[in-house]
Nanobody, 117 residues
Framework: QVQLVESGGGLVQAGGSLRLACKVSGHPVTAYNMGWFRQAPGKEREFVAVITWNGDSTIAETMKGRFTLSRDNFKTTMYLQMNSLKPEDTAVYYC???????????WGQGTQVTVSS
C-alpha cells in the first residue's frame, strides 16, 4: 500500500518562504507522477505543480516564478519550494501520486500553510 507523508507546512509572514516535502513509502509497483494540490477554506482543491516520472515539471501559472518543484534521485521524495508567499497561498497542501498506466491516485493527509499579512 502506497503512503504519502507531507511535511514542512507552517505559519509564515507574507514574502517569506517554506519548503514542503512529500515522502513516498510502500513500494509503488509502476511508474508514477507526483504532484501538489491545495485547498483553501471554502474553495475547491486546485492544482499547484506536478513532476512526471521522467522528471518534467509543471507549475500552475499563478505560482510560476515563486514555486519550484524538485525530486530526489530515488523518486521517493518530492519538494515544493515556495518563495514570496502571499496570504492567498494559505491552504492545506496535499501531495498526490498517480500511477501513469492506471491513473490510480494516492493522497497524503495534507499539511497546513498559513501566510499572514
Amino acid at each position: 500500500q502506497v503512503q504519502l507523508v507531507e511535511s514542512g507546512g507552517g505559519l509564515v509572514q507574507a514574502g517569506g518562504s517554506l519548503r514542503l516535502a512529500c515522502k513516498v513509502s510502500g513500494h509503488p509497483v509502476t511508474a508514477y507522477n507526483m504532484g501538489w494540490f491545495r485547498q483553501a477554506p471554502g474553495k475547491e482543491r486546485e492544482f499547484v505543480a506536478v513532476i512526471t516520472w521522467n522528471g518534467d515539471s509543471t507549475i500552475a501559472e499563478t505560482m510560476k516564478g515563486r514555486f519550484t518543484l524538485s525530486r530526489d534521485n530515488f523518486k521517493t521524495t518530492m519538494y515544493l519550494q515556495m518563495n514570496s508567499l502571499k496570504p492567498e497561498d494559505t491552504a492545506v497542501y496535499y501531495c498526490n501520486l498517480r500511477y501513469t498506466i492506471t491513473n490510480i491516485d494516492y493522497w497524503g493527509q495534507g499539511t497546513q500553510v498559513t501566510v499572514s499579512s
